[in-house]
């Protein structure tokens, strides 16, 4: 096996041993119950039946949540097939797969209509389009008076310490609420409210079971460095939300693209 081959191998390897304890969680990522219908209720005069889109849905659990609150449709897209048969089973679990749509694809190469949306929801990933690119390449999907809601993460206090910057920048487009508004108004959006997640939306569903399962999977994987490599990155992100999580946090961000 070449260099690079076996550079290929271990690479596939680690990504397999990241789902092992990313993609077995009960969320992919912050959120609860309360804080997808509280934004659910920021947007009035939607349809009986609302067309929704669930971008990056993860394991499904918004995609269920929201089948349940709007009595629509949705179609719950995802890049990895472990996310979109945890959608199909959680949907069937909950009696709301007949309204579900799933599509596995790469976000980045999506391709819709014109307004073939009434919402546009996506808690936790538009980040792999960036704010700004996802939000402006969205916009045209949802139809004139629909709307976008999307969880990201701020900054919640200025100054943070070093060692969170250094930590973040994994994602440089981590800023102030004002300036993410700014962002939004930029594009033409309309704001219609936004409002920080709980510290209980990164424990309950996410934290909490990631720390568990790491507590399994450390004398699972004993003498595995790729597997031991995950391990550390998971605590070290956990650790730095303990120490930190007063600078920064997920807001949930609810927009509407003018009617006209
Ligand atoms: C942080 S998780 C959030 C998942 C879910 N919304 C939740 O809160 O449980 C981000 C999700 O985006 C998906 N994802 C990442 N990059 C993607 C891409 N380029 N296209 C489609 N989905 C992507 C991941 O597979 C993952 O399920």
């Given at each position: 096996?070449?260099?690079s081959?076996q550079?290929?191998?271990?690479?596939?390897?680690?990504?397999d041993?990241?789902?092992?304890?990313?993609?077995?969680?009960?969320?992919a990522?912050?959120g609860?119950?309360e804080?997808?219908r509280?934004?659910y209720?920021l947007?009035?005069?939607?349809?009986?039946?609302?067309?929704?889109?669930?971008?990056?849905?993860?394991?499904?659990?918004q995609?269920?949540?929201?089948?349940?609150i709007?009595?629509?449709q949705?179609?719950?897209?995802?890049?990895l097939?472990?996310?979109?048969?945890?959608?199909?089973?959680?949907?069937?679990?909950?009696?709301?797969?007949?309204?579900?749509e799933?599509?596995?694809?790469?976000?980045?190469?999506?391709e819709?209509?014109?307004?073939?949306f009434?919402?546009?929801?996506?808690?936790?990933?538009?980040?792999?389009?960036?704010?700004?690119n996802?939000l402006r390449r969205?916009?045209?999907?949802v139809?004139?008076?629909g709307?976008?809601?999307?969880?990201e993460?701020?900054?919640?206090?200025?100054?943070?310490?070093?060692?969170?910057?250094?930590?973040?920048q994994q994602?440089?487009?981590?800023?102030?609420v004002?300036?993410?508004?700014?962002?939004?108004?930029?594009?033409?959006?309309?704001?219609?409210?936004?409002?920080?997640l709980?510290?209980?939306a990164?424990?309950?569903?996410?934290?909490?079971?990631?720390e568990?399962?790491l507590?399994q999977?450390?004398?699972?994987?004993?003498?595995?460095?790729?597997?031991?490599?995950?391990?550390?990155?998971?605590?070290h992100?956990?650790?730095?939300?303990?120490k930190?999580s007063?600078?920064f946090?997920?807001e949930?961000?609810?927009?509407?693209?003018?009617?006209i």
């Amino acid at each position: 096996m070449t260099a690079s081959a076996q550079g290929f191998d271990n690479e596939k390897k680690e990504m397999d041993y990241f789902l092992d304890i990313y993609g077995r969680l009960p969320r992919a990522g912050p959120g609860s119950h309360e804080c997808t219908r509280r934004a659910y209720k920021l947007m009035p005069d939607l349809p009986e039946t609302p067309r929704i889109l669930d971008l990056g849905c993860g394991p499904g659990v918004q995609a269920v949540d929201l089948l349940k609150i709007s009595g629509g449709q949705v179609l719950a897209l995802d890049c990895l097939p472990l996310m979109i048969e945890r959608t199909k089973a959680n949907a069937e679990i909950a009696n709301v797969s007949n309204r579900l749509e799933v599509l596995k694809q790469d976000m980045r190469k999506m391709e819709f209509s014109q307004a073939s949306f009434d919402v546009i929801w996506s808690e936790g990933a538009l980040y792999n389009l960036g704010f700004k690119n996802g939000l402006r390449r969205i916009k045209p999907f949802v139809r004139p008076g629909g709307y976008v809601a999307i969880s990201e993460v701020v900054w919640l206090k200025p100054e943070p310490p070093a060692p969170l910057v250094e930590y973040w920048q994994q994602y440089d487009e981590i800023d102030k609420v004002e300036n993410k508004l700014a962002v939004i108004d930029s594009l033409g959006y309309q704001q219609v409210g936004h409002f920080a997640l709980p510290e209980s939306a990164w424990t309950e569903g996410y934290y909490d079971p990631m720390e568990a399962l790491l507590a399994q999977k450390t004398e699972e994987w004993t003498g595995i460095p790729e597997a031991q490599d995950v391990i550390r990155e998971a605590r070290h992100e956990i650790e730095i939300f303990r120490k930190y999580s007063n600078y920064f946090g997920y807001e949930f961000f609810v927009m509407r693209r003018p009617a006209i």
